[in-house]
C-alpha cells in the first residue's frame, strides 16, 4: 500500500513517465550510464556514487552538514563515547564527532567518498563496506549514526537490525533521512524537469527507503528492528546558496537522481531545463543574489 503522504510522489513519477516525448524527440544518453529494467538498487547506487566525491562535498555536503549537530546530540556523543559513523561520505559527521573527544570507526560503499573522509579527518580508521553488511563484532558501539545514508540503502529493514547487533545494551541510533515526497531544495531541479517535460527514465529504480520518509514509518522502521523506543522527528532548515553554485555542483555534476537525468540530455534540453529551474530558484530568491532552500528531513533515535 502506498501511504497518502508519497501517492502524490508515484503519482508524479506515472504522470511524467507517461508524458515522455517519442525517442529521438530530445533525450540523448550523453553523460550517464543506462540500466536495464531490473537493474538492482545496488548496482544503480554504487554507479550514482561512483567519481562524486569531491562534485558531493562541494554542494550538497554542505547542506547536510547543517544535522550532523542534532544527529550527535541524538547519539548522546561525547567524549569517549565509541562510535560508528554509517555511510560517512565526506567525513563531515565523523570530524565532528572526533572534535568532541568521540572515538570513530567510519564505513561507506565508496571508496572515492571512503579516501576524501580519511583526507578530511586525519587518522580516522575508514572502512569500505556496502550496507547493510556490517563486518563487525556485536555489542562493540555507544552509539551508531547515519547522516542520510539509510535512504541509499537496498534493505534498510536489515540495516537497521545490523546496526542494533553492532550497538551495546543502552546504546543509542539516530539516523537522518529527507522527508517524502521531496520538497524545497531536495525539488527544485526535479521541478524544473518535469516543467521542460524530460521524463523520469524506466531504467532508474525507485528506492526500497521511498515509503519509509516520513515520521510514522521511519520510527516504525526501528522499533521493527527492536528499539522498542524508536520515533523520528522533522528537522527543518533553510540552505543559503548561490543558485548557479546549486546548478553546477548538483544538476551539472551528476549528483544524486536529478543530476543522472540532467547528465543524459543533449545541451539544448540542458538549456530547456536551466531556463525552467532559474525561474523556480527565484522563488527562494534572498539577499546578494542567493537563494535559500528548505530542507526538510526527518531525524530517527532509538536506544538498543
Request: charged share 25%; aromatic share 6%; hydrophobic share 45%.
Given at each position: 500500500?502506498v501511504r497518502p503522504?508519497?501517492?502524490?510522489?508515484?503519482?508524479?513519477?506515472?504522470?511524467?513517465?507517461?508524458?515522455?516525448?517519442?525517442?529521438?524527440?530530445?533525450?540523448?544518453?550523453?553523460?550517464a550510464p543506462t540500466?536495464?529494467?531490473?537493474?538492482?538498487?545496488?548496482?544503480?547506487?554504487?554507479?550514482?556514487?561512483?567519481?562524486?566525491?569531491?562534485?558531493?562535498?562541494?554542494?550538497?555536503?554542505?547542506?547536510?552538514?547543517?544535522?550532523?549537530?542534532?544527529?550527535?546530540?541524538?547519539?548522546?556523543?561525547?567524549?569517549?563515547?565509541?562510535?560508528?559513523?554509517?555511510?560517512?561520505?565526506?567525513?563531515?559527521?565523523?570530524?565532528?564527532?572526533?572534535?568532541?573527544?568521540?572515538?570513530?570507526?567510519?564505513?561507506?560503499?565508496?571508496?572515492?567518498?571512503?579516501?576524501?573522509?580519511?583526507?578530511?579527518?586525519?587518522?580516522?580508521?575508514?572502512?569500505?563496506?556496502?550496507?547493510?553488511?556490517?563486518?563487525?563484532?556485536?555489542?562493540?558501539?555507544?552509539?551508531?549514526?547515519?547522516?542520510?545514508?539509510?535512504?541509499?540503502?537496498?534493505?534498510?529493514?536489515?540495516?537497521?537490525?545490523?546496526?542494533?547487533?553492532?550497538?551495546?545494551?543502552?546504546?543509542?541510533?539516530?539516523?537522518?533521512?529527507?522527508?517524502?515526497?521531496?520538497?524545497?531544495?531536495?525539488?527544485?531541479?526535479?521541478?524544473?524537469?518535469?516543467?521542460?517535460?524530460?521524463?523520469?527514465?524506466?531504467?532508474?529504480?525507485?528506492?526500497?527507503?521511498?515509503?519509509?520518509?516520513?515520521?510514522?514509518?521511519?520510527?516504525?522502521?526501528?522499533?521493527?528492528?527492536?528499539?522498542?523506543?524508536?520515533?523520528?522527528?522533522?528537522?527543518?532548515?533553510?540552505?543559503?546558496?548561490?543558485?548557479?553554485?546549486?546548478?553546477?555542483?548538483?544538476?551539472?555534476?551528476?549528483?544524486?537522481?536529478n543530476g543522472v537525468?540532467?547528465?543524459?540530455?543533449?545541451?539544448?534540453?540542458?538549456?530547456?531545463?536551466?531556463?525552467?529551474?532559474?525561474?523556480?530558484?527565484?522563488?527562494?530568491?534572498?539577499?546578494?543574489?542567493?537563494?535559500?532552500?528548505?530542507?526538510?528531513?526527518?531525524?530517527?533515535?532509538?536506544?538498543?
Open positions: 500500500m503522504g508519497l501517492a502524490a510522489c508515484a503519482q508524479r513519477l506515472r504522470r511524467i513517465r507517461r508524458n515522455r516525448p517519442p525517442d529521438g524527440d530530445g533525450v540523448a544518453v550523453l553523460a540500466y536495464g529494467v531490473s537493474v538492482d538498487f545496488d548496482t544503480y547506487e554504487r554507479d550514482l556514487w561512483d567519481g562524486r566525491a569531491d562534485a558531493y562535498q562541494s554542494g550538497f555536503a554542505r547542506m547536510t552538514a547543517w544535522s550532523v549537530g542534532p544527529l550527535l546530540d541524538a547519539a548522546a556523543v561525547t567524549s569517549g563515547t565509541r562510535v560508528l559513523d554509517a555511510g560517512t561520505g565526506p567525513g563531515i559527521v565523523s570530524r565532528e564527532a572526533v572534535r568532541r573527544g568521540a572515538d570513530v570507526i567510519a564505513l561507506d560503499a565508496d571508496p572515492g567518498m571512503a579516501a576524501t573522509a580519511r583526507a578530511n579527518v586525519p587518522g580516522l580508521d575508514v572502512r569500505e563496506a556496502i550496507l547493510p553488511d556490517l563486518p563487525l563484532p556485536d555489542a562493540s558501539f555507544d552509539a551508531v549514526v547515519g547522516n542520510f545514508v539509510i535512504n541509499h540503502v537496498s534493505r534498510p529493514e536489515e540495516a537497521v537490525r545490523q546496526f542494533a547487533r553492532v550497538l551495546r545494551p543502552g546504546g543509542k541510533l539516530a539516523l537522518t533521512c529527507w522527508e517524502m515526497p521531496p520538497s524545497g531544495a531536495l525539488a527544485l531541479v526535479s521541478e524544473a524537469l518535469e516543467e521542460a517535460g524530460v521524463p523520469v527514465p524506466d531504467d532508474i529504480p525507485t528506492p526500497p527507503f521511498a515509503e519509509l520518509g516520513q515520521t510514522g514509518p521511519f520510527g516504525g522502521l526501528l522499533r521493527d528492528a527492536g528499539f522498542a523506543d524508536g520515533e523520528a522527528a522533522r528537522l527543518r532548515w533553510l540552505h543559503e546558496v548561490d543558485p548557479e553554485d546549486w546548478w553546477t555542483t548538483g544538476a551539472l555534476a551528476r549528483i544524486g537522481v537525468i540532467v547528465s543524459r540530455q543533449d545541451p539544448p534540453t540542458v538549456d530547456k531545463i536551466k531556463v525552467a529551474y532559474d525561474r523556480l530558484a527565484a522563488r527562494y530568491a534572498t539577499s546578494g543574489g542567493r537563494i535559500a532552500l528548505p530542507a526538510n528531513a526527518l531525524l530517527a533515535t532509538g536506544t538498543r
